[in-house]
C-alpha cells in the first residue's frame, strides 16, 4: 500500500540554523507532492508542490524541497530558520487522479533561541 | 490559492445532540470539498470527499449515517455529526481542492462532546 514517512515526529534546531525535514513515499510511479505547515489556530497551509519538472522545487517563506526518485523522498529544507518557522509540518502526496492526499504523520519543528 | 473558512472553530456539546459543521469557500467555486478528522499529534485522515450537488464519498470505516455531508452550493459544505459522543471529540477540517488540484484548507472545528 502506498505511504508516506516523516521519520522525525519532531526536531530541535537553533533560530538562524538550517533545516531538513526528511518525507519518503512509497509508490511505484512518481507522485505528486506536497508540503503542509500547520500553525497553531491557523489552517493547514501549502508550503510547495511538484507535479513535475525541475526536481528542486521553492515555496513560500524561504522553503525548498528537492524531489529524490532514485531515494523516493521529498525533504523540505531552509537555510536559516526563524523563531516563526516553530510549526508542525507535513508531507503529504497524491498518487491518482483524484488528488487524494496520503499524509505523512508530520513533524513538529521547535526553535531554540 | 482559495480562502476557506470554518464555522464555528470551537464547539461543546453534550452528548447525543447534534453538531453542524459549516466549510465556505470564500473566494473560489469549489466543485470539490475534503473532510478530515484529525487526532491529537497526528496526521490528517480523509473521512469523505464532498462533491458540489452530489452525495459525498466516504472513506472506508467512516459511518455516512452518523457524519453527514451536504455539499449544496459551490462555496459551501456541511459536515453534521450526529448524536455525537464522546469518541467522536476531535478536529475537524475542511479543504477545497483548487484549479490545479492542490487543496486549500480551513482552519479547522474543535469539537468536544461531554
Known amino acids: 500500500a502506498q505511504s508516506v514517512t516523516q521519520p522525525d515526529i519532531h526536531i530541535t534546531v537553533s533560530e538562524g540554523a538550517s533545516l531538513e525535514l526528511r518525507c519518503n513515499y512509497s509508490?511505484?510511479?512518481?507522485?505528486?507532492l506536497f508540503w503542509y505547515v500547520q500553525s497553531p489556530g491557523q489552517g493547514l497551509q501549502l508550503l510547495l508542490k511538484?507535479?513535475?519538472?525541475d526536481t528542486l522545487v521553492q515555496g513560500i517563506k524561504g522553503f525548498e524541497a528537492e524531489f529524490k526518485r532514485s531515494q523516493s523522498s521529498f525533504n523540505l529544507r531552509k537555510p536559516s530558520v526563524h523563531w516563526s518557522d516553530a510549526a508542525e509540518y507535513f508531507c503529504a502526496v497524491a498518487m491518482d487522479s483524484n488528488y487524494q492526499l496520503i499524509w505523512g504523520a508530520g513533524t513538529k519543528l521547535i526553535i531554540k533561541p | 490559492g482559495a480562502v476557506v473558512s470554518q464555522h464555528p472553530s470551537w464547539v461543546i456539546c453534550k452528548s447525543g445532540t447534534s453538531v453542524k459543521i459549516e466549510c465556505r469557500s470564500l473566494?473560489?467555486?469549489?466543485?470539490?470539498m475534503f473532510w478530515y478528522r484529525q487526532f491529537p499529534k497526528q496526521s490528517l485522515m480523509l473521512m469523505a470527499t464532498?462533491?458540489?450537488?452530489?452525495?459525498?464519498?466516504?472513506e472506508q470505516g467512516v459511518e455516512k449515517d452518523k457524519f453527514l455531508i451536504n455539499h449544496a452550493s459551490l462555496t459551501l459544505s456541511t459536515l453534521t455529526v450526529t448524536s455525537a459522543h464522546p469518541e467522536d471529540s476531535s478536529f475537524y477540517i475542511c479543504?477545497?481542492?483548487?484549479?490545479?488540484?492542490?487543496?486549500?484548507f480551513g482552519p479547522g472545528t474543535r469539537l468536544t462532546v461531554l
Open positions: 473566494d473560489f467555486q469549489a466543485t470539490t
Open positions: 464532498s462533491n458540489e450537488g452530489s452525495k459525498a464519498t466516504y
Open positions: 479543504s477545497v481542492q483548487g484549479s490545479y488540484n492542490e487543496q486549500f
Open positions: 511538484y507535479f513535475s519538472g
Open positions: 509508490y511505484g510511479a512518481t507522485p505528486y
